[in-house]
């Protein structure tokens, strides 16, 4: 089968090339992938693993082969896929507690699109506890996972905050369920209950001072690239409290809770670039340029047992 794969050598960190087809193994189900998600990041991750090696996390897909267990969907159901590795090929295997049945509502470029940020989203704010008429920060809200995370922290019942470097964007914020849009942490009134941290480094010391006694950070990112310093005594005789937040696994429950939620018009898809399989180092080049597409879906060719595109 055809693969993208890691080679520390080449000018987008992946070469397409032929790799063995995946041998599934109990309760493993063979999924036909038909598209995946292409960001920069997941570039520069591919870059480190070993030469050879299958990157990606996310990807949608037909069922081709069911689990020999009798678990899982049917062959030619069309699911969404997470897991570490093996994305970026023909076929994957995944187990049963891995994937979610896309309904048939869903665009599948969309669905692909949800997955990685849609879980980070749903799964930090349920950490946060009760959000019910408490106030929700989050930090970096014009990223994916701050897409996510203010329509996750409406549907909680928080009064959510979006922190936002860029103010053009507030309309669509307030569209997507902030009640209110700030461009400095400066702007939000103490206390607030929780925060959904992407950016880190400086705002992380801001807004730990933000949060009541018993309120929590779950730190998703550090898309500032920068430290975070803490002052002397800024953390002693508090319970407020930092967590590095972790996706953890057995995506499918949550999978299939955000794909309805899609499907049910209940929460707004990410925008994104289609792009066809074609030349990796032009995509490459495309999603790291500046003013490039954030993300982009790249269609798959079919597998072999199927004919090639």
Not at 45 to 72: E, W
Not at 129 to 137: I, K
Not at 236 to 257: H, K
């Given at each position: 089968?055809?693969?993208?794969?890691?080679?520390?050598?080449?000018?987008?960190?992946?070469?397409?090339?032929?790799?063995?087809?995946?041998?599934?193994?109990?309760?493993?189900?063979?999924?036909?992938?038909?598209?995946?998600?292409?960001?920069?990041?997941?570039?520069?991750?591919?870059?480190?693993?070993?030469?050879?090696?299958?990157?990606?996390?996310?990807?949608?897909?037909?069922?081709?082969?069911?689990?020999?267990?009798?678990?899982?969907?049917?062959?030619?159901?069309?699911?969404?896929?997470?897991?570490?590795?093996?994305?970026?090929?023909?076929?994957?295997?995944?187990?049963?507690?891995?994937?979610?049945?896309?309904?048939?509502?869903?665009?599948?470029?969309?669905?692909?699109?949800?997955?990685?940020?849609?879980?980070?989203?749903?799964?930090?704010?349920?950490?946060?506890?009760?959000?019910?008429?408490?106030?929700?920060?989050?930090?970096?809200?014009?990223?994916?996972?701050?897409?996510?995370?203010?329509?996750?922290?409406?549907?909680?019942?928080?009064?959510?905050?979006?922190?936002?470097?860029d103010p053009g964007?507030?309309?669509?914020?307030?569209?997507?369920?902030?009640?209110?849009?700030?461009?400095?942490?400066?702007?939000?009134?103490?206390?607030?209950?929780?925060?959904?941290?992407?950016?880190?480094?400086?705002?992380?010391?801001?807004?730990?001072?933000?949060?009541?006694e018993g309120g929590?950070?779950?730190?998703?990112?550090?898309?500032?690239?920068?430290?975070?310093?803490?002052?002397?005594?800024?953390?002693?005789?508090?319970?407020?409290?930092?967590?590095?937040?972790?996706?953890?696994?057995?995506?499918?429950?949550?999978?299939?809770?955000?794909?309805?939620?899609?499907?049910?018009?209940?929460?707004?898809?990410?925008?994104?670039?289609?792009?066809?399989?074609?030349?990796?180092?032009?995509?490459?080049?495309?999603?790291?340029?500046?003013?490039?597409?954030?993300?982009?879906?790249?269609?798959?060719?079919?597998?072999?047992?199927?004919?090639?595109?």
């Amino acid at each position: 089968m055809q693969a993208l794969l890691s080679d520390p050598g080449a000018p987008a960190g992946v070469r397409l090339g032929q790799a063995p087809e995946p041998v599934p193994q109990h309760g493993e189900i063979v999924v036909e992938v038909e598209r995946f998600t292409l960001l920069a990041r997941n570039l520069d991750h591919a870059a480190t693993l070993p030469a050879g090696s299958i990157p990606g996390f996310d990807a949608v897909g037909v069922v081709r082969q069911a689990a020999q267990d009798g678990t899982g969907p049917a062959p030619g159901t069309r699911v969404a896929t997470l897991m570490t590795g093996n994305a970026w090929a023909q076929l994957r295997a995944v187990p049963a507690h891995e994937l979610a049945v896309v309904p048939d509502q869903v665009d599948p470029g969309q669905a692909t699109t949800l997955l990685v940020p849609g879980v980070s989203a749903l799964r930090a704010v349920r950490r946060l506890g009760a959000l019910t008429g408490r106030r929700l920060l989050i930090t970096g809200a014009a990223g994916a996972v701050g897409h996510f995370a203010i329509q996750l922290g409406r549907l909680a019942g928080a009064h959510v905050i979006a922190a936002v470097r860029d103010p053009g964007g507030r309309d669509r914020l307030l569209a997507l369920g902030a009640d209110d849009v700030v461009t400095g942490l400066d702007q939000v009134p103490a206390p607030v209950h929780g925060v959904i941290d992407v950016v880190g480094g400086p705002l992380l010391a801001q807004a730990f001072d933000l949060l009541a006694e018993g309120g929590m950070i779950q730190q998703v990112g550090a898309g500032s690239g920068e430290p975070s310093t803490f002052a002397p005594y800024q953390m002693v005789g508090s319970r407020r409290t930092i967590e590095g937040f972790g996706a953890g696994d057995r995506f499918g429950p949550d999978l299939a809770y955000l794909l309805d939620l899609l499907a049910g018009g209940r929460l707004a898809p990410l925008d994104h670039e289609h792009a066809e399989w074609g030349d990796v180092d032009a995509l490459a080049e495309r999603v790291r340029a500046d003013g490039g597409p954030r993300r982009m879906v790249v269609a798959m060719p079919r597998s072999p047992a199927h004919g090639t595109d």
